[in-house]
């Protein structure tokens, strides 16, 4: 440091000076470097999404149209070719987007697997049943909706730092194509329903429910729009009309599915209804093509901004550096010059020219310490007359020379004595000129001082800084664990919440089975109850019957007391008769016998009428009995009727909450996996931002050193005490 020239320490000074302001420039380009790689990924994502958003659009018309032919209207056979051929060319066209950008999305294995999939629809859908090609097509809707997601997500859209851009995808990824999805679903129900003309309770459920979300997610969807309009108002224009297009058709055809649910049935024919949805999927189509180029113009005019940007920063930064350069080598030369002008004219006084006078370079303290000595060296050259003259002007030269060549080694507290003689105007401007030279190197010494102490405070404040990055480096990454943690329990609570949908699915299809065996149960205790009143009755007649029969059977009996009371006298005759009366009287005992066999059977037929009697009226009882608890069975069977159906209503009502919470949940799940990327992101950031503070940090101590330095090499020229300014 000490061999080192005046104009090399002032430049090295310069030079450390400019290095925190040459790493803030640094840190300030690599920031927008990030920036511009970023939204070119993003750009790339937007590219991606241009032939996957047409393909979303068409999948649910193909759906609509297939549910129609499966659902008995053929006509539609001719429209089903035709978009299943537009598919075909939308599904080139993101072949080529993923060969170009699948190493950068890693999109290549899930589009495979549409591709598959897309193929087996397509070979078997006019094979399958209505509900089965609905399933598929909606299955086929959740992977295209999943890469929508996955090329959002690996190109950064959905974490866009600007949030005019931020909530424009975020309303194009996350909500729009749901949206849309939704509508699609609807249309497809519909259109099968309307196609067959019948439509089923399972069907009047899930149609209300979609109605719903297509209303849930197209407010949020407005939300986001209204946001981005918000941050962005020349966005207002280009969007708002079709926003309003696209709210107002789709508002209209759920309102309109909604009333003919109420009423149990689709008042529309198949095709008015497949337009109607096939509007809604237009409009929303017209509001993702606009938004995706406003969103790829909003990207493009980042990125050319951003290099603006680093172009006018690193201009900037180079302009310091020459003004730097420039002010050194400008101070440096002004020195320099005057030095080395002083110095030849000691060196031409010394040889004895005394007519040699010093070139004035500027009028700073050097500029007036030559004209000084040039007016010292006129001054002495008009004294000198003589030998001895010069003799005793050299003496005091020498003696001059003497008093001051401790300056030379740096000590400035001493000064040179005035004198009467020629030399006294010579000490005078040399003790001038060490005031000067006191009060410059005062002024270095307390400069690099303060250069020091401010070196050190900055140090302290870089390290306070780093050491507080580094702290919130660790805190958000405990956050990020925490927000995992959260993203794993809120999935966890999606599968249960899938799981209840099943379940709640099952209940809700087991109360409507017990309501419909409850019901032939109450219609066969009806008919039951019919036919034991009807046996009541036949057992009543057959009861009045036996009685009638009893009477028969007692005139019987009369009949058979009369006949032997005949036939006693019959034989009483007979034997009064004497030999005519014997064949009368073998008559009379035949007759007699007759009439007691016919009151014996009257006997037993009375007795058994009358057992025959009894147990009709026990059976009548029984009957009766029988009769009053089908009675009650049939009213308890219609509460449990009531009860059931009471059941049902409520199962579908907690199928439909616990879908609701499915979703709910699986968006959650979404939002989660969102917020601890982001947070990732920021974790990334701040431990950046906490190394480059270290950067400067170290920068600044090394500038603290060189400072040191400095101070140590200005450090050799001792001061009087009392001029001030004490040495370092």
Not at 71 to 91: P, R, Y
Not at 210 to 224: C, D, F, I, K, W
Not at 545 to 555: C, F, R
Request: aromatic share 4%; net charge negative; with cysteine.
């Amino acid at each position: 440091m000490k061999s080192l020239k005046i104009w090399q320490k002032l430049g090295l000074v310069a030079l450390l000076m400019g290095v925190p302001v040459v790493v803030l420039i640094y840190l300030f380009v690599q920031s927008r470097n990030e920036q511009i790689v970023s939204t070119q990924y993003e750009l790339v994502g937007v590219e991606y999404m241009a032939p996957l958003a047409k393909v979303i659009e068409q999948v649910p018309q193909h759906r609509t149209a297939a549910s129609a032919i499966l659902n008995g209207d053929s006509s539609w056979k001719a429209h089903l070719t035709g978009i299943q051929q537009q598919i075909d060319t939308e599904f080139q066209h993101i072949e080529i987007a993923d060969s170009k950008h699948s190493a950068r999305l890693g999109t290549s294995r899930s589009w495979a697997a549409i591709k598959a999939r897309w193929r087996d629809l397509k070979e078997k859908n006019l094979l399958l049943s209505a509900r089965d090609s609905f399933d598929q097509h909606t299955k086929l809707m959740a992977d295209l909706l999943d890469l929508l997601q996955m090329a959002g997500d690996k190109s950064n859209l959905i974490t866009d730092p600007e949030l005019d851009t931020y909530y424009l995808a975020a309303a194009l990824i996350s909500h729009l194509s749901f949206t849309s999805e939704y509508a699609g679903q609807l249309a497809g129900l519909g259109t099968g329903a309307t196609a067959r003309q019948k439509l089923t309770g399972e069907e009047i459920t899930q149609m209300n429910y979609l109605a719903r979300q297509v209303s849930v997610t197209a407010e949020q969807m407005t939300r986001h729009f209204q946001a981005a309009i918000r941050y962005n108002g020349s966005l207002d224009q280009r969007l708002s009309p079709i926003l309003t297009s696209a709210t107002a058709a789709s508002s209209r055809f759920t309102q309109s599915v909604t009333r003919d649910l109420q009423g149990g049935s689709l008042r529309q024919d198949t095709k008015s209804f497949l337009d109607q949805g096939n509007a809604v999927l237009s409009e929303y189509a017209k509001l993702w093509e606009t938004s995706r180029n406003v969103l790829q113009e909003l990207l493009q005019q980042r990125v050319a901004r951003l290099h603006s940007e680093r172009i006018t920063q690193l201009s900037i930064a180079g302009i310091i550096l020459l003004l730097a350069i420039g002010a050194v080598y400008w101070v440096s030369s002004g020195i320099t010059k005057q030095v080395k002008a002083m110095t030849g004219l000691f060196s031409r006084i010394g040889v004895g020219d005394y007519k040699a006078r010093c070139e004035v370079h500027g009028s700073d303290e050097l500029g007036t310490m030559a004209r000084s000595l040039n007016s010292m060296l006129d001054n002495t050259l008009v004294l000198i007359q003589s030998r001895e003259e010069r003799d005793q002007i050299q003496g005091s030269i020498r003696k001059l020379l003497e008093e001051v060549s401790c300056v030379a080694e740096g000590d400035l507290s001493k000064e040179a004595e005035v004198t009467a003689d020629v030399t006294g105007a010579i000490a005078d401007s040399f003790n001038f000129m060490i005031a000067e030279l006191r009060q410059l190197i005062g002024q270095v010494q307390q400069t690099t001082r303060s250069v020091t102490g401010s070196a050190g405070q900055v140090s302290v404040v870089a390290d306070t800084l780093a050491q507080s990055s580094e702290e919130q480096s660790r805190q958000i990454l405990e956050a990020s664990t925490a927000i995992e943690q959260m993203t794993a329990q809120t999935q966890q609570v999606s599968r249960t919440a899938t799981s209840a949908a099943t379940v709640a699915a099952q209940a809700l299809e087991s109360a409507q089975q017990g309501s419909e065996t409850v019901t032939k149960t109450i219609d066969g205790m009806n008919s039951i109850r019919t036919h034991v009143q009807e046996t009541a009755k036949r057992i009543k007649r057959l009861g009045e019957s036996s009685q009638e029969i009893g009477e028969i059977v007692q005139l019987i009996r009369d009949i058979a007391d009369r006949t032997s009371i005949l036939a006693l006298n019959a034989s009483i005759q007979a034997a009064m008769a004497g030999e005519q009366g014997k064949g009368f009287a073998v008559v009379a005992e035949e007759v007699e016998r007759l009439a007691e066999r016919a009151a014996e059977s009257t006997k037993r037929i009375a007795s058994l009428i009358q057992s025959v009697q009894t147990d009709t009226n026990e059976a009548i009882s029984a009957m009766e009995e029988t009769t009053r608890e089908v009675v009650g069975g049939s009213q308890m069977a219609n509460e449990a009727g009531q009860s059931l159906q009471q059941i049902e209503q409520v199962s579908r009502q907690i199928a439909e909450l616990v879908q609701s919470i499915h979703h709910a949940s699986d968006r959650q799940a979404q939002d989660s996996v969102v917020v601890s990327r982001n947070v990732t992101g920021i974790s990334e950031v701040t431990q950046q931002t906490a190394a480059g503070a270290r950067q400067a940090a170290a920068a600044i101590r090394r500038l603290a050193s060189l400072a040191e330095e400095l101070n140590h090499s200005v450090s050799r020229f001792r001061l009087p005490e009392d001029s001030g300014v004490i040495a370092a």
